[in-house]
């Protein structure tokens, strides 16, 4: 244990750490130092978004271009650690901006946030109270929405929620935001807030209530990041015969894949998590909140009491169709965006997209993945392509020199990729 740890300075918690916790001090300062920008101005940047930094932790940012959507083209910027991912990505682009592109369109943008607390005097009184202060609920929010409201956000609602049937005295003030180009945490937290301040005040000062009831307790006023109500649709469609070869074989496995994650938990959850593989790699490039929309999309997944995949597909009259719905909450002001220069890079990269846009951008995204993973499963199966995005990673790992890699390249063009056949092929190398 170490008290006081956030207070040394950044080169005194380093000095801590490698002589605390590593075999070779030295060695560990090396490594976190060698990851430090050498421009200062740059570094200080990143030490400041969080406490306690002491490196930077990198992680590529890649683009996948060719992404044709609503007839406009984009080149997505995709930050991943995951080989194959950003290849799936171009792949699936490629393939269907022959055949139509990607559509995608938004179906709300509405986010909301709780207040929850405890009444005692029963819920008829507490209904009359919060129909009596609703406006004044409202009022007092009005320094804090203001400039929201001029962007054509704001509070859209409150709602008084009984929920006094799960817990002995629970209540919520639910309350429906529209954040406009904003993802909008630190505003509807902000709105609760002040919301829960003003619920505690006007319940000392109202006359129906006993000594007992005034006393209204908070347990939090928090957003949530369930947003069913703030979602984009993206699909893409086209005749069987488009697909390729055997295009109506394919198109009907490819159908039966997505029926089978429909159904399946334990395949839904693999098939959601390629989803979330194109969905996370541009939330992390746009500086959005990668945690709060896998959170979202996983709840989503399970509206209806079972975990479920998101995609569906269908073949209709010789017509494939395969589509995708996520709710999304997503912000292109505010956050990073205007922080971080490589979020602000790929945000104009993408066209400085408005949230909506991004939004129709990293449904697509999703999309694009699922596509790609389903085309694998049902074709080659998985691994013949994932291997090969993988190769370069298990040579480094064996230490290849970039003359042993090209010889590797050309020789796993034609053989069975795994660690140990990668190995052997690099020893026989060698030795030649
Ligand atoms: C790997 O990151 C993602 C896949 O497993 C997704 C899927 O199985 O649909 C390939």
Redesign the pocket.
């Known amino acids: 244990m170490i008290a006081g740890f956030s207070k040394k300075t950044k080169q005194g918690k380093i000095n801590w750490l490698a002589s605390e916790c590593f075999a070779n001090p030295t060695q560990a300062k090396q490594i976190l130092e060698s990851y430090w920008n050498s421009d200062e101005k740059l570094q200080q940047l990143h030490d400041e978004f969080i406490e306690n930094a002491v490196s930077n932790f990198y992680l590529p940012l890649a683009v996948a271009p060719n992404f044709l959507i609503n007839d406009k083209t984009y080149i997505l910027p995709m930050v991943t650690e995951?080989s194959s991912?950003v290849a799936a990505s171009a792949n699936a682009a490629k393939f269907w901006s022959t055949r139509g592109g990607f559509h995608a369109e938004v179906i709300g943008t509405e986010k909301s946030g709780q207040v929850h607390f405890l009444f005692h005097g029963g819920h008829q009184l507490l209904h009359d109270f919060f129909t009596s202060i609703k406006s004044t609920l409202l009022k007092e929010t009005e320094s804090i929405t203001e400039n929201m409201r001029k962007r054509g956000g704001g509070i859209i609602d409150i709602e008084l929620i009984n929920c006094s049937e799960s817990i002995d005295n629970y209540y919520q003030l639910h309350v429906r935001f529209e954040t406009a180009d904003a993802m909008g945490a630190n505003f509807i937290n902000s709105c609760l807030e002040q919301l829960s301040t003003t619920l505690k005040q006007e319940a000392l000062n109202y006359d129906g209530f006993s000594d007992e009831d005034k006393a209204i307790e908070v347990v939090m006023s928090i957003l949530s990041n369930y947003v069913p109500e703030s979602r984009a649709r993206a699909w893409v469609t086209c005749p069987v015969d488009e697909l390729g070869e055997n295009g109506a074989e394919f198109a009907q496995r490819f159908v039966q894949a997505v029926n089978i994650a429909h159904h399946h938990p334990y395949r839904a959850v693999?098939?959601n998590?390629?989803i979330m593989?194109g969905i996370d790699a541009l939330a992390i490039a746009t500086g959005n909140d990668f945690r709060a929309i896998e959170a979202g999309i996983h709840a989503y997944a399970a509206r209806d009491g079972q975990y479920r995949g998101l995609s569906k597909a269908w073949v209709k009259d010789g017509v494939f169709c395969f589509e995708l719905e996520v709710p999304l909450a997503v912000g292109t002001v505010g956050g990073l965006t205007k922080l971080h220069p490589l979020v602000k890079w790929s945000n104009e990269l993408l066209q400085h997209p408005r949230a909506r846009v991004l939004m129709k951008i990293m449904a697509v995204g999703g999309l694009a993945q699922?596509f790609a993973?389903?085309r694998s499963?049902v074709t080659t199966g998985?691994q013949k392509g994932h291997m090969k995005m993988h190769l370069l990673n298990i040579l480094n790992q064996l230490g290849a020199t970039s003359k042993e890699k090209t010889a590797m390249i050309t020789h796993f063009k034609t053989n069975a990729i795994s660690f140990n056949s990668v190995e052997q092929a690099l020893m026989t190398w060698r030795k030649n």
């Open positions: 995951e991912v693999t098939h998590k390629g593989n699922n993973a389903i499963l998985i």
